[in-house]
T-cell receptor, first 114, second 106 residues
Framework: KAGVTQTPRYLIKTRGQQVTLSCSPISGHRSVSWYQQTPGQGLQFLFEYFSETQRNKGNFPGRFSGRQFSNSRSEMNVSTLELGDSALYLC?????????????FGPGTRLTVL | KNEVEQSPQNLTAQEGEFITINCSYSVGISALHWLQQHPGGGIVSLFMLSSGKKKHGRLIATINIQEKHSSLHITASHPRDSAVYICAVTATQFYFGTGTSLTVIP
């Protein structure tokens, strides 16, 4: 069974640009969660999607948004990039919503904002 | 305010030693997760607990819901256990500890 895949793996953008990251979950998993990891703040929860609906949201500004498609693939968008958005962005998939199932993490997308 | 606190932050052990990493949380939770992250970023889920104790190979995880505390134990530690171990809880959202960086010396 293929694992969680994320594309692209590396990305360099400049301030003010926008970026879209993609996450393909394990087949059969309907929940996709997104996380930001930085050396200063550690891992932080962005949002969770289940069956194309956002179920939970962390404490990030509206510049961070996401969506989920009918095949459970998910995208995350960050608009008007800031230097502080440089981070490793991870997604994880699971069978059900709410974090009460094992989470399977993707390899992450490393975003650098110049 | 940190909803999840881990200790210690850094830990160095000799191969074969018994290791304990602690996690305390301040919110009501539906589950607690122990995660392992190796250099390079990949995260693997080790355990998900809502009560009691779980064992997988040399790893044991316990949780005390009343005391809002969990421990991760590694028996007979090995250099390949060197990684960052992260405690996470599921409440209204996911909250993460800052991680424990473990180095096991041969």
């Amino acid at each position: 069974k293929a694992g969680v895949t994320q594309t692209p793996r590396y990305l360099i953008k400049t301030r003010g640009q926008q970026v879209t990251l993609s996450c393909s979950p394990i087949s059969g998993h309907r929940s996709v969660s997104w996380y930001q990891q930085t050396p200063g703040q550690g891992l932080q929860f962005l949002f969770e999607y289940f069956s194309e609906t956002q179920r939970n949201k962390g404490n990030f500004p509206g510049r961070f948004s996401g969506r989920q498609f009918s095949n459970s693939r998910s995208e995350m968008n960050v608009s008007t990039l800031e230097l502080g958005d440089s981070a490793l962005y991870l997604c994880a998939s699971s069978l059900t919503s709410g974090g009460t199932d094992e989470q399977f993490f993707g390899p992450g997308t490393r975003l650098t904002v110049l | 305010k940190n909803e999840v606190e881990q200790s210690p932050q850094n830990l160095t052990a000799q191969e074969g030693e018994f290791i304990t990493i602690n996690c305390s949380y301040s919110v009501g939770i539906s589950a607690l997760h122990w995660l392992q992250q190796h250099p390079g970023g990949g995260i693997v889920s080790l355990f998900m607990l809502s009560s009691g104790k779980k064992k997988h190979g040399r790893l044991i995880a316990t949780i005390n819901i009343q005391e809002k505390h969990s421990s991760l134990h590694i028996t007979a530690s090995h250099p390949r256990d060197s990684a960052v171990y992260i405690c996470a809880v599921t409440a209204t959202q996911f909250y993460f500890g800052t991680g424990t960086s473990l180095t096991v010396i041969p």
